[in-house]
């Protein structure tokens, strides 16, 4: 029979390090008023001993749980297909690891789900939230807001009840679609498509605006709406070809769009590029690159996307401040776009 192995106490790291307890529980916890001597010494100690502290009980002292809620609103089989959630849950990760802070993952598989996710973000749980992939009439900003938690939304949200807007980070979709298109009509395309996202979400709906931007509001026959996915951009590319069999061109709002978009042609016979150029909207490298032909795409970079949330949310102090994100820090922050040239386009 294998005896448990007692971890160090409190206590413990007191008597090695010749100071009272109340000495070690600030310095474990990060309190002030202790000289730099006994700080070095209980540090000392900590290490020697292998100390760990007990999570629970330094919260009920700190009031912090060195925890964060990444909430995203789309179910399970959506986040654990399409790349570009692994990119941002990527960036999100090591930036709360860098800051010695968890990572809780809530995602929500329908409407019912937000009551409980919005109970959990009041429960005291977690020192804040990130939240992305919000849709138009989504609830969750709402209750989220009730629930008191300091918050920073990864895409713009639709803030539209006249209070403050609350931090977001997102990438300047428009004007990443403007530069796709104006690149189609640089190369003498003159049908230019869209394949659309969902439009119930903002990105989606920038993007549908910038593509306007370029060929103007007559073009609404050539849009053909689609919901961010393979399948959808397959549906999206045979309506496209069996109302306007002239299209010459292509702006799918993401790349997995694309890729759909792609097959559709080549089971059509439809050569890419010379028949059909086509652009996507990520560049998830995976997909772009090893697309038939190699996809020409608007480069947005996810992976940063969810650090700076993460920066935004912990203000520089490495943890989310009970007041709120850090006030210096704007409203909103929209990332450059870059088109990537490849052999589609």
């Given at each position: 029979m294998t005896e448990a192995v007692s971890r160090p106490t409190l206590e413990a790291v007191a008597a090695r390090a010749g100071v009272s307890r109340a000495t070690v529980s600030r310095v474990?916890?990060?309190g002030d008023g202790v000289r730099e001597p006994l700080v070095e010494r209980v540090r000392r100690a900590?290490?020697?001993?292998?100390?760990?502290?007990?999570?629970?009980?330094?919260?009920?002292?700190?009031?912090?749980?060195?925890?964060?809620?990444?909430?995203?609103?789309?179910?399970?089989?959506?986040?654990?297909?399409?790349?570009?959630?692994?990119?941002?849950?990527?960036?999100?990760s090591k930036e709360l690891t860098a800051h010695d802070n968890q990572l809780v993952?809530?995602?929500?598989?329908?409407?019912?789900?937000?009551?409980?996710?919005?109970?959990?973000l009041a429960g005291g749980h977690v020192d804040g939230a990130l939240v992305f992939s919000l849709h138009l009439d989504d609830p969750l900003p709402a209750l989220i807001r009730s629930a008191g938690v300091p918050t920073v939304f990864g895409g713009r949200p639709d803030w539209s009840d006249g209070t403050p807007g609350p931090l977001y980070v997102d990438s300047d979709n428009r004007g990443g679609a403007r530069e796709a298109v104006r690149h189609l009509v640089a190369l003498g395309?003159?049908?230019?498509?869209?394949?659309?996202?969902?439009?119930?979400?903002?990105?989606?709906?920038?993007?549908?605006?910038?593509?306007?931007?370029?060929?103007?509001?007559?073009?609404?026959?050539?849009?053909?709406?689609?919901?961010?996915?393979?399948?959808?951009?397959?549906?999206?590319?045979?309506?496209?070809?069996?109302?306007?069999?002239?299209?010459?061109?292509?702006?799918?709002?993401?790349?997995l769009s694309a890729l759909g978009a792609l097959r559709v042609l080549r089971e059509q016979g439809r050569r890419v590029p010379e028949d059909v150029a086509v652009i996507g909207f990520d560049d998830v490298l995976p997909v772009a690159e090893e697309a038939r032909p190699p996809l020409t795409t608007v480069r947005q970079d996810i992976e940063e996307m969810g650090r700076l949330m993460v920066r935004l949310l912990l203000g520089g102090t490495g943890r989310a401040r009970a007041d709120g994100p850090a006030a210096e820090s704007p409203a909103g922050v929209i990332l450059p776009t870059t088109l990537i040239r490849r052999a589609s386009a």
């Open positions: 474990v916890n990060g900590v290490e020697e001993l292998g100390y760990v502290p007990n999570q629970a009980a330094r919260s009920l002292v700190t009031k912090r749980h060195d925890a964060v809620a990444v909430v995203i609103a789309e179910p399970e089989a959506r986040v654990f297909t399409d790349p570009f959630f692994a990119l941002q849950l990527r960036g999100i993952l809530m995602l929500t598989e329908g409407r019912a789900d937000h009551a409980r996710v919005a109970r959990y395309r003159t049908r230019i498509a869209h394949i659309t996202g969902a439009l119930d979400q903002t990105s989606a709906v920038d993007r549908l605006d910038g593509y306007r931007d370029v060929v103007g509001g007559g073009a609404a026959e050539l849009v053909a709406e689609s919901d961010f996915t393979s399948a959808g951009g397959e549906r999206a590319m045979r309506e496209l070809l069996a109302r306007h069999p002239d299209v010459d061109a292509v702006f799918a709002a993401n790349d």
